[in-house]
């Protein structure tokens, strides 16, 4: 046999949810499919109320019929493997009495239930006939995630002694609960006091294993309850392993709690940040990276456009050439004022970086251009292409001027073009040989020191829109596609001088 045989792919744990809504993405079934998807697993909803509620509070809340309820359910099983169940809030008994009868008849491999029976002010939000309803579904589940006064109350139900609510007594009605319905129950220490959170998997027989983590100090913790145990539910469909699902979860969560401040959502009680570990995993995102990758297919038309592929075979006029550098002295002499505005709008490194680049457009008119337009293209005048670019850098420095801030942000993106596709430009046509006719063009096109201010002048621009409101930045990238497109029209330009290449 030859070659390699193929690995089959295991598929991502399919994990459905069966709870309540919350518009605002904190709770319910929207924060469990957050928390499957960041664990890369596919998630599946069933709604068992429809909850006006945002981070302040409960508004109302419309059941929708029992009848419709199994539908729903039956709808996923009928048509999809299930892995995992994550249960939530389910309400009221009949609502329970569908989801045992559905889970008697469609029970997966794991069953996570978060037993929504009391709120966090301490009120109890299901009536004795649901309580009673809910013993059968611990039956039937694999772990039972309770909050504090949750567990109180379910201790009570297993006929356990009342609780005083710490960490000891948690895991005495821990054990008693597990016992009683013989489910693994995890003890969770969110509402504790002291420096760490502990949470503790209690067994069927009484073995405990605690997870220690840092306490996180933040009031912003809506939905934490939902969000671990489908995190939970998706790890164990994964793994296999319950403790081994739970630790990852609680890291998980704890990075979650961590990022919660920076959402900014809501008045009240703000969500976790069910990102927050696939956000530290991935490369922190630019904003100028997403311009250039957007702007390719106009710099793969530059690259093959006409004028730069005869600059790089040598094929070029010469004529056409000095015609192409008449122009782009009309292009320097107003960009080197553009340069010299931005770095006027700038403090420090970046004011001199600018200023520094201004002056190199002198420079760069006179060891380049002018000794190469000794005969009639020097009195050329401003051809349109290069007159709509300069009105388009021109429109750009106005628009920071027009704000009375003297902001730079537009007209920065605007000119960070010339560096970038030039630079690039350069990186392609390489080295010229010996002989070339445009060998001092093509060097200039490709010198490092070009290339690393390239770079530099990115990072500026970068830390702009890094600062700029989302309708600055918007600006900012239009400003920026529209050098893009005029480079190309500038580089087409020749065609429209009467190139004959």
Not at 34 to 43: L, R, V
Request: glycine share 10%; aromatic share 6%; net charge negative.
């Amino acid at each position: 046999m030859s070659g390699s045989a193929s690995v089959p792919v295991a598929p991502l744990p399919r994990v459905l949810s069966i709870a309540g809504t919350d518009p605002t993405g904190g709770a319910g079934v929207q924060a469990d499919l957050k928390s499957i998807a960041a664990h890369d697993g596919y998630g599946m909803a069933v709604v068992t109320a429809l909850v006006a509620q945002d981070t302040v509070g409960v508004r109302s809340v419309h059941v929708p019929d029992a009848v419709f309820l199994r539908q729903q359910l039956d709808a996923v099983s009928d048509d999809v493997m299930i892995d995992a169940v994550k249960t939530g809030m389910l309400g009221t008994a009949e609502v329970v009495r569908v989801v045992v009868d559905w889970l008697r008849a469609h029970r997966p491999a794991w069953v996570v239930v978060d037993p929504v029976m009391v709120a966090t002010s301490g009120d109890r939000l299901l009536d004795a006939d649901a309580e009673s309803a809910m013993t059968e579904l611990f039956a039937l589940a694999d772990l039972v995630t309770p909050n504090r006064d949750e567990l109180r109350v379910l201790a009570q139900l297993a006929g356990a002694a009342p609780t005083d609510g710490t960490t000891t007594d948690g895991i005495d009605a821990a054990r008693a609960v597990a016992r009683r319905w013989d489910v693994r129950v995890l003890a969770k220490g969110g509402h504790d006091d002291g420096p760490s959170s502990d949470d503790a998997l209690v067994s069927p027989d009484g073995t405990v294993r605690v997870f220690t983590g840092p306490r996180v100090a933040t009031t912003n913790t809506h939905g934490t309850g939902c969000s671990l145990s489908s995190a939970i539910a998706t790890l164990v469909a994964r793994h296999g392993d319950w403790e081994l699902a739970v630790g990852s979860a609680k890291t998980w969560l704890t990075a979650a709690l961590r990022g919660a401040d920076a959402l900014q959502v809501g008045r009240g009680h703000g969500p976790i940040d069910h990102n927050a570990l696939v956000r530290a995993a991935l490369p922190t995102p630019r904003w100028t990276d997403a311009w250039w990758i957007e702007a390719a297919e106009v710099l793969d038309e530059t690259l093959d456009c006409r004028f730069l592929r005869g600059l790089a075979d040598g094929t070029l006029d010469p004529e056409v050439f000095a015609g192409y550098l008449a122009q782009d002295v009309h292009y320097l002499r107003a960009y080197e004022q553009h340069l010299a505005t931005i770095a006027a709008g700038s403090t420090g490194e970046a004011a001199a970086f600018w200023r520094t680049a201004s002056e190199g457009c002198a420079a760069e008119a006179r060891d380049l251009h002018h000794r190469r337009l000794a005969g009639s293209h020097a009195d050329d005048p401003v051809h349109p292409v290069c007159a709509g670019y300069l009105a388009h850098l021109a429109d750009a420095a106005r628009q920071g001027a027009g704000t009375g801030t003297g902001d730079v942000s537009v007209l920065a993106a605007a000119v960070l073009p010339c560096f970038r596709v030039y630079a690039w430009v350069g990186e392609r046509l390489g080295t010229a040989p010996v002989g070339h006719p445009f060998a001092d063009w093509i060097t200039a096109y490709g010198d490092p020191g070009f290339a690393a201010s390239s770079a530099r002048a990115t990072e500026l621009v970068e830390e702009l829109a890094r600062r700029a409101d989302p309708e600055l930045r918007g600006r900012m990238a239009r400003a920026f596609r529209q050098s893009v497109a005029q480079e190309l029209a500038f580089f087409r330009m020749p065609e429209q001088l009467g190139e004959p290449v």
